[in-house]
């Protein structure tokens, strides 16, 4: 019982880094104080966009970052605005809700980002539904929009002035990476991705590309070849250091070509004749073209290095993104939809009894459960189950402690929202 109890609250989610918490801090104030020159009534609904879309410009490249907060900016605008409107439309609010939760579920399929576009657009559309009074103190929806794409400017320029100086850091880092043997086959997919989204130059995605071919072939060598042989192995050292003198190359600060990358294959062209498995017939013809294509990956990437030969890779990320997006809806996969129905039902529902109750507490604690804890599957559900109990418990005594010390209308919503944002 005590594994399972160890297994269900184990998480292996990375921490916060400190900068983003710092900027969707700043960014959250910033949107707040602009507010104030709208409407003061909807600085809460200002503070919770900006926060949310604040710890997207700390987690994302420059480029990719300002048109996530473009997408999932409009999306929680969208949700916020909707909510205040429906406020005592409880049918229309069941079927916009349910539109918003199968939608965004059927999203969670793009590779990446596709978790940006899934609860917070519905628990922003849940909270303005049942606490439009409190957060938005009445403010017309129209109103209540105009404080959304207010918001959207801080976490924009935050973007920019996080990586202004260095724009491209973080896609040559990447880029790096992939030519490196230590990292993990899963996060080369999801650097690959990364490069695409953030509209990364056409000789990064070339150099991405052949880092990736080039690691298959080394992991394929690895496994099929002779590393005790003197000759092999001095092959796969040698084109090791070649991997490693292509990435170092990339990631000082500066224009991409031409740079400099000392890399020499004269041992790796004939490895395939000396290496010993190669001797046997069925792997001979792959080990000598593993052989080939890794070389081959090396020398054309340090042409391009060099600016010996330009690339020219036509990349539209915002069209990429959005393709995705109504690809993933229009031919869903059958688990994700089976995930977008289930949320649809469920919260749909949800928001009717929301309505109906007129914003009662217990029912809005429940909505809002529900749009946290429902997974693709069930036993990620169980987990966000189990830790969304421990957590609530400890936020209750924790509400309760500091309803004794804090006054109401500093308590809500200024405290709730900082604690919501923690939350996400």
């Known amino acids: 019982m005590s594994r399972r109890l160890t297994a269900v609250f184990a998480s292996n989610d990375a921490p916060l880094a400190i900068t983003g918490i710092v900027l969707s801090a700043v960014s959250g104030l910033l949107a707040a104080g602009l507010c104030t020159l709208v409407d003061a009534r909807v600085v809460p609904v200002g503070l919770v966009i900006g926060a949310i879309l604040g710890f997207i410009a700390a987690s994302a490249p420059m480029f990719m970052a300002l048109r996530l907060i473009l997408l999932a900016g409009l999306l929680l605008v969208a949700s916020a605005t909707f909510g205040t409107l429906l406020q005592h439309s409880a049918i229309v609010a069941a079927l916009v809700m349910a539109a918003v939760a199968f939608v965004t579920a059927i999203w969670t399929a793009l590779p990446v980002v596709g978790t940006i576009f899934s609860s917070l657009p519905a628990t922003v559309f849940i909270l303005l539904l049942a606490k439009g009074d409190e957060f938005a103190k009445g403010a017309p929806a129209l109103v209540v929009a105009l404080a959304g794409l207010l918001a959207m400017l801080p976490p924009s320029l935050l973007a920019v002035a996080v990586s202004i100086r260095d724009p491209r850091k973080f896609d040559r880092a990447m880029t790096a990476a992939l030519w490196s043997r230590t990292t993990p086959a899963n996060s080369r997919g999801t650097y690959s991705r990364v490069l695409l989204l953030d509209g990364a130059p056409s000789t990064l995605l070339y150099l991405a590309a052949h880092g990736s071919l080039g690691m298959v072939c080394r992991s394929w060598l690895e496994n099929n070849s002779d590393g005790k042989d003197p000759a092999v192995a001095a092959a796969m050292a040698q084109g090791d250091a070649n991997g490693d003198a292509i990435a170092a190359a990339l990631l000082p600060r500066g224009p991409l070509v031409p740079r400099s990358a000392p890399v020499d294959t004269t041992a790796m062209a004939p490895a395939a004749a000396r290496d010993p498995a190669a001797s046997q017939a069925d792997i001979a013809g792959q080990t000598t073209a593993a052989w080939s294509l890794w070389a081959a990956s090396q020398q054309r990437s340090q ?122």
């Open 303 to 424: 042409a391009a290095l060099a600016g010996d030969t330009p690339q020219r890779v036509a990349v539209r990320p915002v069209l990429l993104i959005l393709a995705s997006l109504v690809r993933n809806l229009v031919h869903p996969d059958v688990s994700v939809f089976r995930y977008g129905v289930q949320r649809a039902l469920a919260l749909g529902v949800g928001a009717f009894a929301l309505v109906q109750s007129r914003g009662d507490e217990n029912v809005f604690w429940v909505v809002i459960s529900l749009a946290a804890v429902l997974q693709a599957n069930a036993p990620s559900t169980v987990e966000k189950v189990a830790r969304r109990s421990v957590g609530t418990f400890g936020g209750v005594l924790l509400a309760v402690a500091l309803s004794l010390i804090l006054p109401s209308r500093l308590l809500v919503p200024w405290v709730a929202g900082v604690a919501l944002v923690a939350g996400f």
